[in-house]
């Protein structure tokens, strides 16, 4: 007899999709039967014909914790991933203190313990200030990626120059490990933003400008050289451009080891919302125009993107509103963990979007890039069960009463999706049913990558 099974499902994996029912036991996937074969179990959970997918990991979350919790907290951050259909949620290292050190590793991962709703990993940071502490970060902690910035993002956590890009990129290489880079041309926004504040500009749209195009551009150029000469391994973050985008695959087919990463915002909001949405769309990279939004799907569809990251960086709505009469004075960053997985659900639904390559880029294809394909990832016996119940027919309209993160605002509020999960499963106990919490805070364990794992096995 097994602890849980589940029938009636038509399981979706990054190739195929098919009916069957999947036996948990001890918070692994014991069994994948036909519909027809059902193992005794203690408790049997029929789906009633919904969809099955591999929980969602989402490898681009700002806990705001430790640090600034008046933003978010581990536990309201988690429980909006758990009900969004996210199981795995991996940090970033701009919390307080920020992850650039072994201490301050270890200091977020006890800070975490016995408060999220689902797992979790976490990403340390490169600075100029810690080039020597590369190495001993990736290998003697269980990081997933070294994180940088190449501009200026929150004054905790200094952006790189190219020589301390270089100088990290080229530790990382050695160590076989992971780079994560915010690629954006921090002198080119320096130059546009004093330049439109000089014409008095304080409107929603001047901001968008000081973030131009060819700034984007440039810096992606530059880290793709940087990762090519160095023979580092990277993810471009938040790659919504899709000029960017062709050269990272560009870039990969000459054989750079880069991974480009998406957010849901990019497919969702185009550059002229910002007139209406102010501070509340405000985030960098920033959105660009409606014929890119449209063929970023196509891009999706036809594999350039390689995984999906919501970029949940919350703030108080205080915060935001500030940026009502003068932009400049919002921070930058928007909820989003929540959202990701109804985005794509729909673009499935209007058929912008195979079921299979939604699973490759939230699931199959980050649990490699990270190195958490030994338990997560996919529907496969022995994995952990860590899976999500979609059902396709649902259409609801986002509401604040929706809202799970401690940030009680959010641009998705008003709008309309078809497809939505309505349950989660993190290592086999249900975690959240129909937009509600029911899991247990502290219930969620820390992943760490594949090769710190197998050493202490």
């Known amino acids: 007899m097994i602890d849980k099974l589940l029938i009636n499902g038509v399981i979706v ?15 692994k996937i014991c069994a994948i039967t036909a519909p027809d074969e059902r193992p005794v179990a203690r408790e049997v959970i029929d789906v009633k014909g919904k969809y099955v997918i591999p929980g969602g990991i989402d490898s681009h979350i700002h806990f705001q914790d430790p640090g600034f919790t008046e933003r978010e907290d581990f536990e309201s951050g988690t429980a909006a991933a758990a009900v969004g259909g996210v199981t795995t949620g991996i940090s970033h290292p701009l919390n307080l203190p920020p992850v650039v050190d072994l201490e301050s590793y270890e200091f977020t991962v006890k800070a975490y313990e016995n408060r999220g709703y689902i797992d979790y990993g976490i990403h340390a940071g490169g600075t100029a200030g810690n080039c020597s502490l590369i190495k001993q970060l990736w290998t003697d902690t269980g990081a997933t990626s070294i994180k940088m910035f190449m501009c200026f993002s929150v004054a905790e956590f200094p952006y790189v120059k ?3 890009l270089y100088e990290i990129l080229t530790k990382v290489a050695a160590v076989d490990g992971l780079a994560m880079i915010h690629a954006e041309n921090n002198e080119l926004i320096q130059y546009h933003e004093k330049r439109l504040k000089a014409e008095g500009r304080k409107d929603p749209m001047a901001y968008l400008e000081s973030h131009c195009e060819e700034g984007e551009l440039e810096s992606v150029k530059r880290a793709l050289y940087y990762l090519e000469i160095t023979g580092a391994k990277g993810v471009i973050l938040h790659s919504g451009m899709c000029s ?6 560009a870039a990969k087919q000459r054989g750079v080891k880069v991974y480009a990463e998406c957010c849901p915002h990019f497919l969702t909001f185009n550059d002229q919302d910002m007139a209406e949405y102010g501070p509340y769309l405000k985030f960098s990279p920033v959105m660009r125009d409606e014929k890119n939004r449209q063929e970023l799907w196509k891009l999706l569809e036809e594999g350039y993107i390689q995984t999906m990251g919501s970029d949940h960086s919350p703030y108080t709505e205080e915060e935001k509103r500030r940026g009502m009469m003068n932009i400049w004075d919002a921070p930058n960053g928007i909820p989003g963990v929540q959202m990701t997985m109804p985005v794509l659900l729909n673009g499935v639904n209007e058929g912008k979007l195979s079921f299979q390559r939604l699973v490759e880029i939230t699931s199959w294809n980050p649990s490699r890039i990270y190195g958490l394909d030994y338990c997560k990832g996919s529907i496969t016996i022995g994995k952990d069960a860590d899976l999500v119940v979609v059902d396709m027919d649902k259409k609801h309209t986002f509401a604040k009463s929706d809202i799970r993160s ?8 008003g709008k309309t999706f078809k497809g939505w999960p309505v349950m989660t499963f993190v290592r086999g106990e249900v975690v959240a049913e129909n937009g509600n919490v029911v899991g247990k805070a502290g219930y969620g364990k820390y992943v760490e990558r594949k090769k710190c794992a197998e050493k202490k096995r």
């Open 13 to 27: 994996s990054h190739t195929e999709t098919y009916r069957g029912n999947i036996g948990i036991e001890h918070g």
């Open 162 to 164: 190219d020589d301390a």
């Open 244 to 249: 960017a985008l062709r050269e990272i695959r």
């Open 406 to 413: 401690k940030a009680k605002w959010s641009p998705y509020v």
